[in-house]
């Protein structure tokens, strides 16, 4: 009669164990609902192109102090670009005055958001395929239109720093030719009158 009912005590738990761990997998095995969408939710969606239209690298982009929409980058290969709605579209604003495509540099004056710097031919050295350029050019009106202003044989420029006090006093980091000696490796001052040649200020 004991050996019975420790038989039916050893039973009964057998059972509830295998009833809760048959539950447990139930909940565990839910798979999720499949959403499905109406398809004419999507008729009115499109593709579109939001630029560059030009590729490419970049080493050169900078905001504009008191316009925190307004940036500027400059392309290896395309240019200078700017967006004024921080950066939802932009627009090319070197092609139709730029001799040089390749850019290394760009700077805003801190005393005057109209005046920009814009140092031409990448400084990023890569082998045979580092672009050059042809110089500095400036824009007194915000990138509107722009005036090549010298350093021709300067190639690469990789920073360009505007005095915070005086739009026009400029120092350039030139690294002139990537594969030879050459005088233009340099730091220079650059007053706007100041052209290239032996007139560079170290």
């Not at 050996?3 to 164990?17: D, E, G, K, T």
């Amino acid at each position: 009669m004991k050996s019975r009912s420790i038989l039916l005590l050893i039973l009964s738990i057998a059972i509830v164990n295998i009833s809760h761990a048959q539950k447990r997998k139930k909940k565990g095995s839910t798979s999720a609902a499949t959403i499905t969408y109406d398809d004419s939710l999507y008729n009115e969606m499109a593709w579109r192109n939001i630029g560059p239209f030009r590729g490419g690298r970049s080493t050169t982009s900078t905001g504009v102090i008191g316009q925190p929409l307004t940036y500027y980058f400059g392309s290896v290969g395309g240019g200078v670009w700017k967006t004024e709605d921080a950066g939802i579209s932009w627009k090319n604003i070197s092609d139709k005055f730029f001799n040089a495509t390749s850019i290394g540099a760009i700077s805003v004056a801190e005393s005057d958001p109209n005046v920009i710097y814009v140092g031409t031919g990448e400084a990023c050295v890569r082998g045979v395929m580092t672009s050059h350029g042809d110089g500095v050019y400036k824009s007194t009106d915000a990138g509107k239109t722009w005036n090549h202003i010298g350093l021709e044989n300067t190639m690469h420029i990789s920073s360009i720093r505007i005095d915070p006090g005086n739009p026009d006093i400029v120092y350039v980091a030139a690294q002139g030719s990537a594969y030879a000696p050459t005088p233009d490796r340099v730091v220079i001052n650059l007053p706007m009158e100041v052209k290239p040649g032996p007139k560079y200020i170290l």
